[in-house]
């Protein structure tokens, strides 16, 4: 292999930095196992085949969320393969030796800008469309991987692309070593092309989000805008390509009993399986593509988990199911102490309908830290999401730190004449927050950014004016992605709460010496003559 060819002949320069970048990654090990385990032993070389059958991706007939499903995805995904190899993985006479082979891991996943990377993932889905036999807009003025890119993408090419991407990503998670083909469950992401739409195209205030025909929507992404807003919105993206090498060399290295776990995918596969929770596996997705955080691997569970379809430990309140209101809110939230990401779903009438059709949409926030009963703002980083019909994220500015308000109603009677909102918040000031839920969790009010200095700007819902929003909520859920640790120390605070509560509730008479002393005598002398003088004894 690499390692030991290299010690018989001094190994050159190029080589060795070759060696170095990959060492960086932590993927030399990999590669030279990789190599020694593909390679002909007599030519010490790999062929082109044998590459393309590691890096092939076949799903025959996958099940999808969306009822818009391009015919050609599958047979786009046989494709996926040959291209990666075609792209990077030159061949000599004899097949790819060492330094041709390591030199193409280099351009393909090293460590690079995420706009280089976002450029190899263009680079390989314009030859799997070309082989495919379907024209595409991208032109690359070179070869190289910081080359400059012309042209442009339709909607159903980037929902194309964003499909290819999740399916090497659902392989890294799924698929064992011991398996060959296997289910494949496409998400209804028409959210994040949408936002790429809106960011890229020239639409109208007239474009209807809600129904749209993303398939046959044939307006022209810029790729230069289409880069830009994927480096904001999605800018790991490119992180699945280079996760889906690196397990398909694993895979051809270790064995059927070694090759590590796989998440499990034994719930309900059906397209409307998630559709019923605020956070269906594509809305989880888009969130986890944003920049990255400590919740991106949380994020990622819950992608892949079967428990999504049902009561999860991670879904911490649901108004539907644990009831609507601030204090059932809180009973469910208190005590755990972990990153929170709070969904709701409100309707709003759509002004530029003549039927006053009713809008559903969805916001979020991602708090870093739980909820505190507070009257003044706290916290110390977050997100706000507009998650649906349309998806963006908006990042804090930096400017204030606003994050999170939650007020409950005071428990001591201490009058207070200027009362403190009770309800939550998320960003904005008090009496003017951006996201601002009353305490029966009826109301929702959503307020221009310009109201706002602790997130970036941007409207939260479509056709967003400046003044403020106030919609009926339908839906409100709370998701715990601190972990199995945040959740345990939840069980125990609520256990003792539990058990201080128990302890209250119990009065032991034998603690008092007489009848005379026991609160149950003083009350009734209250009741029966408040008024009566009693000699104090001395």
């Given at each position: 292999m690499g390692a030991s060819s290299?010690?018989?002949?001094?190994?050159?320069?190029?080589?060795?930095?070759?060696?170095?970048?990959?060492?960086?990654?932590?993927?030399?090990?990999l590669l030279q196992k990789s190599f020694s385990n593909l390679s002909d032993p007599q030519t010490n070389a790999i062929s082109v085949q044998t590459l393309q059958q590691c890096f092939h991706l076949c799903y025959e007939d996958p099940v999808c969320?969306?009822?818009?499903?391009?015919?050609?995805?599958?047979?786009?995904?046989?494709?996926?393969?040959?291209?990666?190899?075609?792209?990077?993985?030159?061949?000599?006479?004899?097949g790819i030796n060492w330094l041709g082979f390591l030199g193409?891991?280099?351009?393909?996943?090293?460590?690079?800008?995420?706009?280089?990377?976002?450029?190899?993932?263009?680079?390989?889905?314009?030859?799997?469309?070309?082989?495919?036999?379907l024209s595409s807009n991208l032109e690359?003025?070179?070869?190289?991987?910081?080359?400059?890119?012309?042209?442009?993408?339709?909607?159903?090419?980037?929902?194309?692309?964003?499909?290819?991407?999740?399916?090497?990503?659902?392989?890294?998670?799924?698929?064992?070593?011991?398996?060959?083909?296997?289910?494949?469950?496409?998400?209804?992401?028409?959210?994040?092309?949408?936002?790429?739409?809106?960011?890229?195209?020239?639409?109208?205030?007239?474009?209807?989000?809600?129904?749209?025909?993303?398939?046959?929507?044939?307006v022209q992404l810029p790729v230069g805008k289409f880069l830009n807003w994927a480096i904001t919105t999605a800018p790991i993206l490119s992180d699945c390509l280079t996760?889906?090498?690196n397990r398909r060399l694993q895979i051809s290295v270790l064995a059927e009993d070694e090759a590590g776990s796989s998440e499990s995918i034994s719930g309900d596969m059906s397209p409307n399986a998630s559709q019923a929770l605020l956070l269906t596996r594509g809305r989880a997705w888009a969130i986890s593509l944003a920049p990255r955080s400590t919740i991106t691997e949380e994020i990622l569970k819950l992608c892949f988990s079967?428990?999504?379809?049902?009561?999860?430990?991670?879904?911490?309140?649901?108004?539907?199911?644990?009831?609507?209101?601030?204090?059932?809110?809180?009973?469910?939230?208190?005590?755990?102490?972990?990153?929170?990401?709070?969904?709701?779903?409100?309707?709003?009438?759509?002004?530029?309908?003549?039927?006053?059709?009713?809008?559903?949409?969805?916001?979020?926030?991602?708090?870093?830290?739980?909820?505190?009963?507070?009257?003044?703002?706290?916290?110390?980083?977050?997100?706000?999401?507009?998650?649906?019909?349309?998806?963006?994220?908006?990042?804090?500015?930096?400017?204030?730190?606003?994050?999170?308000?939650?007020?409950?109603?005071?428990?001591?009677?201490?009058?207070?004449?200027?009362?403190?909102?009770?309800?939550?918040?998320?960003?904005?000031?008090t009496t003017n927050e951006r996201v601002f839920l009353d305490e029966d969790f009826a109301k929702l009010t959503v307020r221009h950014h310009a109201m706002d200095k602790t997130y970036q700007p941007g409207s939260l819902i479509p056709n967003q004016g400046f003044l403020p929003v106030e919609a009926s909520i339908s839906e409100v859920e709370v998701w715990g992605l601190g972990g199995k640790t945040a959740k345990e120390v939840q069980d125990s605070y609520k256990k003792r709460e539990e058990l201080f509560t128990e302890q209250r509730r119990k009065v032991d008479l034998k603690t008092f010496a007489t009848w005379d002393d026991s609160p149950e005598k003083m009350m009734m002398d209250m009741m029966g003559d408040p008024n009566r003088v009693q000699r104090e004894d001395r």
């Open positions: 290299s010690t018989e002949q001094p190994a050159s320069a190029e080589q060795r930095e070759l060696e170095n970048i990959a060492a960086s990654t932590g993927a030399l090990p969320e969306s009822q818009q499903k391009p015919e050609s995805f599958p047979r786009l995904l046989d494709h996926l393969g040959s291209s990666i190899v075609d792209l990077f993985l030159l061949s000599e006479k004899g193409g891991y280099v351009k393909c996943c090293g460590r690079m800008p995420t706009s280089m990377s976002l450029n190899i993932l263009l680079r390989i889905f314009a030859m799997a469309v070309k082989k495919l036999g690359f003025e070179q070869d190289d991987a910081d080359c400059k890119i012309n042209g442009s993408l339709l909607p159903s090419d980037l929902l194309l692309l964003l499909w290819m991407c999740w399916a090497m990503l659902w392989n890294v998670r799924t698929l064992k070593s011991s398996e060959r083909k296997g289910n494949l469950l496409l998400l209804d992401i028409n959210h994040l092309v949408l936002s790429a739409v809106v960011a890229c195209a020239e639409v109208d205030s007239s474009f209807d989000l809600w129904n749209c025909d993303i398939v046959g929507l044939d996760q889906y090498v079967a428990d999504i379809v049902g009561t999860d430990e991670n879904l911490l309140y649901r108004s539907s199911t644990h009831g609507k209101g601030l204090n059932r809110f809180w009973s469910n939230v208190e005590g755990y102490h972990g990153p929170l990401l709070v969904l709701i779903s409100a309707n709003s009438e759509d002004a530029y309908q003549d039927n006053n059709k009713a809008r559903k949409w969805i916001i979020g926030a991602l708090t870093q830290q739980g909820f505190e009963n507070k009257d003044t703002f706290y916290g110390s980083l977050g997100n706000l999401y507009a998650i649906s019909p349309i998806f963006h994220v908006f990042s804090p500015s930096g400017k204030e730190k606003n994050y999170v308000y939650s007020h409950l109603h005071p428990t001591g009677r201490v009058y207070e004449s200027h009362p403190k909102p009770v309800g939550i918040a998320f960003g904005g000031t």
